[in-house]
């Protein structure tokens, strides 16, 4: 995953690519005419400070690796920002970034 995060006026602007295959499990394979397991970020979660200030309830409609931007107050310069996600399978990742 991917995070730039930046001070905009009094705002923290944070941008994500989480690069993530978002296999609905509706799609065969070409070659083998197998369907394609379902893979897919359920849930996706920004905290500032141990503070939830972003949430995206997300599913199989997701386009593969997905981009999301979103803005929240409260931050400054050099604080951090933890994202995370699950996906369907239970894989998760976590990345920290700083604000700048």
Known sequence: MKVKAKM????ALVKILAKHPMETGLRKD????QIIPAKFIKELTCKHN?????????G?????????????AGAKKGDNVVLSWVDNTGETLTVEAPIK
Not at 8 to 11: A, I, V
Not at 30 to 33: H, L, Q, S
């Open 50 to 58: 141990d503070k939830l200030v972003f949430q995206a309830d997300m």
């Open 60 to 72: 199989r409609a997701v386009s593969k690796n997905p981009y999301l931007s979103f803005s929240f």
């Open 30 to 33: 070409k070659k083998t005419n």
């Open 8 to 11: 905009k006026k009094d705002m």
